[in-house]
């Protein structure tokens, strides 16, 4: 297994050998269950469905697939593609210290902070129009975005203001700095996407040779 799911809990740092400040992101990361198998003789392709975070109450749907694996309802649900599922059993609890290990790199992946409507030097970095003489209450906009007779139009994909943020992202190559298996806590070197409390997902790194 080289995926797991966590919770954002905040930013702080840590101090390595030398007393260099480290800033950290600190993740309650798992332990997940396995709620689902899939095999190639059966789906084709081989993975495993993995669960965190007990619910309460769930639909009829819901309540009946995770009742074929024997558990509770859980709220979030990921399947990990794995190259051989027979070494995984139905409702087997994985826990950080079996997926990431203190020196390795990983990726995290969530849901960015959303921004709401942002103009074009937010968003895009532009920087602005001249405040001196002669100009008047345009200094945040963007400017002409006409292209004259031909083409007639606005190419799309042009930067300006509109939505910002609540998107999926990924952040790739994190250090591992710390990983707590009794209190299932992890620490990434740097910041991932999401606020606090946020559902984030963190896997071994796949670029961390590039």
């Given at each position: ?37 899939k ?24 309540t ?26 139905i ?20 849901i960015?902070?959303?921004k ?9 970095g ?25 083409p ?41 996407p999401?606020p ?5 997902l ?9």
């Open positions: 297994m080289n995926m797991i799911i966590g919770e954002k809990l905040g930013m702080t740092q840590v101090f390595d050998d030398e007393n260099r400040a480290i800033p950290v992101t600190v993740i309650k990361a798992g332990p997940v269950r396995v709620t689902q198998i095999r190639p003789e059966t789906d084709g392709y081989a993975a495993v469905q993995i669960s965190y975070k007990e619910m309460a109450a769930a639909n009829r749907a819901q009946g697939h995770f009742a074929k694996a024997g558990v509770g309802p859980y709220r979030h649900v990921v399947e990990v593609r794995v190259d051989d599922a027979s070494e995984y059993k409702g087997q609890e994985i826990a950080i210290g079996e997926v990431l290990e203190v020196g390795q790199k990983a990726d995290a992946t969530g960015s902070k959303g709401g409507f942002a103009g074009v030097m937010k968003r895009h532009f920087k602005g129009q001249g405040a001196s003489h002669g100009v008047h209450k345009v200094h945040r906009a963007p400017g002409a975005i006409g292209a004259c007779a031909t007639a139009r606005v190419f799309k994909g042009k930067r300006m203001p509109g939505r910002m943020g609540g998107e999926r992202t990924t952040i790739l190559n994190l250090d591992v700095v710390s990983v707590d298996d009794e209190r299932n806590v992890l620490m990434l070197r740097g910041a991932v999401g606090k409390g946020a559902v984030v963190i896997r071994e790194a796949v670029k961390q040779n590039a």
